[in-house]
């Protein structure tokens, strides 16, 4: 194995310092953002205040800083290997070791752990039950991919899709807080649409084209009893469907995006 490849099998081993570093971000941030920010501040002042769900500004800016970090570093790390793995074999899709993939599965792993406790620190913003469950979930599923498992569909699952949550990290922003999208009207529209394009081409067409195949080759070890944990095979099923599930539940708040597109550009 390349130098660079056991470099990241041995990143992915560090997942609790992430997890930690993750907490420590949010610990951190908005108190510096208080700090050097002062409340007279014509555009920032916003920052000592609520979103208009009522979570305190400065810890929910510094959450959506943390979370696009992040999904930033997946989406690229992702997009930069994908086309190297479509030469994979069916079976090595599911039990090839990717370290590339191993460290995804290990920062997906942090994140999540950091998203659900965030859960109960931001529950205005960030406490709606799915979204708990989703987090949850997520987290053990990416538990399961470091053993190793299913490193191609990770690649897709937890990196290539993430692509959508790059623009969505800005539309949040603005939405929830009035001030800083009256700075950045224009940004704004545009990022609304990069997210509406990107999120129907990636999760509701892209999407069920992977998770399609995955569930053929499921079934297939199911069949012939050649999985490596029938549990974990059929938690990933039942998974796959429950966040497809979750997204399309989100087409409804992507529908009202779209009318907020069509006029916020008039």
């Known amino acids: 194995m390349p130098v660079k490849g056991i470099v990241y099998l041995q990143m992915a081993r560090l997942w609790p310092f992430y997890f930690m570093f993750f907490l420590s971000l949010q610990f951190v941030l908005p108190r510096m953002f208080r700090l050097c920010i002062s409340k007279d501040s014509t555009n920032w002042k916003w920052l000592h205040g609520t979103t208009k769900s009522g979570s305190p500004a400065a810890e929910y800016l510094s959450y959506l800083l943390i979370s696009g970090g992040i999904v930033v570093f997946c989406s690229l790390l992702a997009v930069e290997h994908w086309s190297d793995l479509q030469t994979l074999s069916m079976h090595d899709r599911l039990y090839s070791t990717v370290p590339e993939a191993q460290l995804l599965a290990a920062v997906s792993l942090a994140y999540q752990l950091y998203n659900f406790v965030v859960c109960f620190t931001l529950p205005n913003d960030c406490g709606q039950l799915e979204q708990k469950f989703h987090h949850a979930t997520t987290a053990l599923l990416s538990y399961?991919?470091?053993?190793?498992?299913?490193?191609?569909?990770?690649?897709?699952?937890?990196?290539?899709?993430?692509?959508?949550?790059?623009?969505?990290?800005?539309?949040?922003?603005?939405?929830?807080?009035?001030?800083?999208?009256?700075?950045?009207?224009?940004?704004?529209?545009?990022?609304?649409?990069?997210?509406?394009?990107?999120?129907?081409?990636?999760?509701?067409?892209?999407?069920?084209?992977?998770?399609?195949?995955?569930?053929?080759?499921?079934?297939?070890?199911?069949?012939?009893?050649?999985?490596?944990?029938?549990?974990?095979?059929?938690?990933?099923?039942?998974?796959?469907?429950?966040?497809?599930?979750?997204?399309?539940?989100?087409?409804?708040?992507?529908?009202?995006?779209l009318w907020v597109i069509e006029h916020s550009l008039r």
């Open 144 to 257: 399961f991919v470091m053993h190793p498992y299913a490193h191609y569909y990770a690649f897709f699952f937890v990196g290539v899709a993430e692509l959508t949550n790059v623009p969505l990290t800005l539309v949040d922003a603005c939405k929830a807080f009035p001030g800083l999208r009256t700075m950045i009207p224009t940004l704004n529209a545009c990022t609304r649409i990069v997210f509406a394009l990107s999120f129907f081409a990636i999760r509701l067409f892209w999407w069920p084209y992977i998770s399609y195949q995955f569930w053929l080759q499921s079934i297939e070890l199911l069949q012939n009893n050649t999985a490596h944990n029938n549990y974990v095979v059929f938690i990933f099923l039942v998974s796959n469907v429950s966040v497809f599930l979750f997204v399309v539940c989100f087409v409804v708040d992507v529908g009202g995006l």
